[in-house]
Nanobody, 126 residues
Framework: QVQLVESGGGLVQAGGSQRLSCAASGRTFSNYAMGWFRQAPGKEREFVAAISWSGGNTNYAGSVKGRFTISRDNAKSTVYLQMNSLKPDDTAVYYC???????????????????WGQGTQVTVTS
């Protein structure tokens, strides 16, 4: 069973940058897509970004496209989310998710992910 541990959250000013990391263990990391989701207070969890098992394909929510970049290092079993030009609306708990299916391209459907991290808080101040 895969385990996911996020890190890198914290407090940042609007316009600033932050990088989240998610370390995976428990199965062959490189065979599965990875994703990032977020949940703001009083809102449902929403898709942020996903990356295919090979790293060759990425998907982004429209609200973060051009500002956030997802990447992976299969040798370190780690996926990253580089967040630039942060806005107060980006404030949320960010969750890392591991794909449920082998060799997936990485989708925005939460049901396509079979394991979730505990989440890391990102707070953007104006």
């Amino acid at each position: 069973q895969v385990q996911l541990v996020e890190s890198g959250g914290g407090l940042v000013q609007a316009g600033g940058s932050q990088r989240l990391s998610c370390a995976a263990s428990g199965r062959t990391f490189s065979n599965y897509a990875m994703g990032w989701f977020r949940q703001a207070p009083g809102k449902e969890r929403e898709f942020v970004a996903a990356i295919s098992w090979s790293g060759g394909n990425t998907n982004y929510a429209g609200s973060v496209k051009g500002r956030f970049t997802i990447s992976r290092d299969n040798a370190k079993s780690t996926v990253y989310l580089q967040m630039n030009s942060l806005k107060p609306d980006d404030t949320a708990v960010y969750y890392c998710a591991a794909g449920r299916y082998l060799y997936s391209s990485g989708t925005y459907y939460p049901q396509d992910y079979g394991a979730w991290g505990q989440g890391t808080q990102v707070t953007v101040t104006s």
